[in-house]
């Protein structure tokens, strides 16, 4: 059996040339052979620029190379299903960038497809892979703060191309919502460990670009329980979440980073401090892994369908000034 698996990446992405292929390289199970962009000559550049022994000028190029054994799927929102979908019917596994998909229809293509074709996809969350984030979880789990009673979570950031990026393009699937709405979605279900009832929500369009650059949700989950999500792209950059339960709390401001936890139980108050890793690498070894042993990564991609119904819900709230109910 092979000791690492060989990753192509789809497409040029700021995200894949900072985040995914650095890790990846430094990691102990994975490594970059081959990456593709619509324009050839670019692929060579970034080829070159990252040492990456393969280029290709066409996605399914790539799918084709035998050598591949799994791809990086860092497209526009919108291109996620379409190249996922090709990729595993090409028998590549999927580390797809979030959200996973823009429809819940969408979602369960992609899930689908990897299950007829025997690969692993998951969605790219990397703050899940942080010591702190699983502290918080076991903390919750163990009754330390006692019933929860509040999660909020915030992400923020400021965008500075509003001309290019494509996380402002409408017909990307453009959006604060999408883009860093998602990941507070997925932190305050994953916290509340169970899925909402019913959203309502507010947001502000711009009207040159026709996306959403500020929002906010109100999440209803059973028991009482309530949750905030804000996202925007139009404020300096924040990630942060807070876990109110009936005899203490929870409380980070930066879940990327994730090196300090303000704590307070009956017991008494503290911070906890843990040391920052390469999110991005922690990722995929792990998916990595487990390709390689044959088994579930800890995050299924049915999680990643299940989020994306609570963004669709919560789109529709605003659109609406409705309260909407879950449909799962």
Sequence with gaps: ?????????????????????????????????????????????WAAALNIPKAYGAYEALLADPEVDAVINPLPNSLHCQWTIKAA?????????????????????????????????????????????????ATIEAGAIGEI???????????????????????????????????????VRTLMQTEPESVQAVEHIRESHQVDTRFVGLLKFPGGRLATITAGMESPFRFSC????????????NLFRADRLHVMTDKGEWVEEFEVIDRFQAQIEHFSDCILQN??????????????????????????????KINQ
Excluded at 244 to 251: Q, R
Excluded at 295 to 302: M, W
């Design 1 to 45: 059996m092979a000791d690492k698996i060989r990753y192509g990446v789809l497409s040029t992405a700021q995200i894949a040339r900072n985040q995914h292929i650095p890790s990846a390289q430094k990691s102990s199970n994975s490594e970059v052979i081959a990456i593709s962009s619509r324009d050839e000559a670019r692929a060579k550049t």
């Design 89 to 137: 019917e090409a028998g590549k596994h999927i580390l797809c960038e979030k959200p996973l998909a823009v429809t819940v229809e969408q979602a369960q293509r992609m899930i689908d497809a990897a299950r007829a074709n025997e690969v692993r996809l998951m969605e790219g969350f990397t703050h899940r892979f942080n010591p702190l984030f699983s502290f918080i979880l």
């Design 149 to 187: 009673r509040f999660v909020r979570s915030e992400l923020t950031y400021t965008l500075q191309d509003w001309e290019n990026d494509t996380r402002v393009k409408a017909h990307l699937a453009g959006g604060g919502l999408f883009d860093a709405g998602c990941y507070a979605v997925n932190t």
């Design 242 to 253: 807070e876990v109110i339960g009936s005899t203490g709390s929870l409380i980070t401001e």
């Design 295 to 324: 088994r579930r990564p800890a995050f299924s991609p049915e999680d990643g369908r299940s989020n994306v119904a609570v963004l669709v819900a919560l789109k529709q709230a605003a659109r609406t000034g409705k309260v909407v």
